[in-house]
């Protein structure tokens, strides 16, 4: 589901409202004051760090709001502690879904979660409620790929390479995200986006009238700071 997913997030934060910025910039400072954490606050020895800050460039996120996330995080400046929550439940039509929420009040954070799931016609589950449909892969998005580069990721430990109107999704396991950016990076090769997700395994079919009610969650989540990420098995 990358249509769904940080990077899709990102890719429309590019032209984004200067209103809106703010916000973007909190959700963005928050991953990377965990990954500092939990890490620590060297990009070249932290590659989860490295994710994070690559994203916040993308966003065009000033340079003194990252190295501010980064003191955060390693405890050189104050701040609120930040956790890392995730919820399972379900939208419209029985949909699964995931939500990644970076906090610093889990109760703000639940209540609103359940509220936008029963807002839009779900309710919010228990642990592992959905999880057993999901599967972590790394997935990096380039813009394009010849065949000699396509069979080179292959051979580095790439899963699958699907094309679209939008560019080129590289998909791997978790633990060679990492091994493959690297290679990309050796090569050249701009990378629009690097992150390890959570894709549904299968993908559930669903009426118009469901995809519309389901968009209208998803730009609800993606406006709430808290919420990281989120994920869902709709075909839409």
């Known amino acids: 589901m990358s249509g769904h997913s940080k990077w899709s997030q990102i890719h429309r934060q590019k032209g ?43 966003a065009n996120m000033p340079k003194d709001n990252i190295d501010r996330a980064i003191k955060k995080g390693t405890g050189e400046l104050g701040g609120g502690i930040i956790e890392e929550i995730s919820y399972e439940g379900f939208g419209p039509n029985g949909t699964a879904f995931i939500i990644e929420c970076l906090t610093d009040n889990r109760n703000r954070t639940s209540a609103a979660v359940k509220h936008l799931l029963t807002k839009h016609g779900g309710r919010l589950g228990g642990p592992n409620a959905v999880s057993w449909m999901f599967e972590h892969k790394g997935i990096i998005r380039i813009e394009k790929i010849n065949d000699e580069l396509e069979l080179e990721i292959i051979d580095a430990g790439a899963q699958d390479v699907i094309k679209d109107e939008e560019g080129v999704s590289i998909y791997c396991q978790p633990q060679n995200l990492q091994k493959i950016k690297e290679f990309l990076e050796q090569k050249n090769i701009n990378i629009d986006y690097a992150e390890v997700e959570q894709i549904a395994k299968e993908k559930k079919e669903i009426s118009q009238e469901d995809a519309e009610k389901i968009q209208r969650l998803l730009d609800e989540l993606e406006e709430n700071e808290d919420v990281n990420n989120y994920y869902t098995n709709a075909d839409i």
């Open 16 to 58: 984004v409202a200067d209103t809106k910025r703010g916000a973007i910039f909190t959700k963005l400072g928050k991953a990377i004051v965990i990954a500092a954490k939990n890490g620590g606050g060297d990009p070249e020895m932290n590659f989860k760090l490295r994710l994070a800050v690559d994203q916040a460039k993308q």
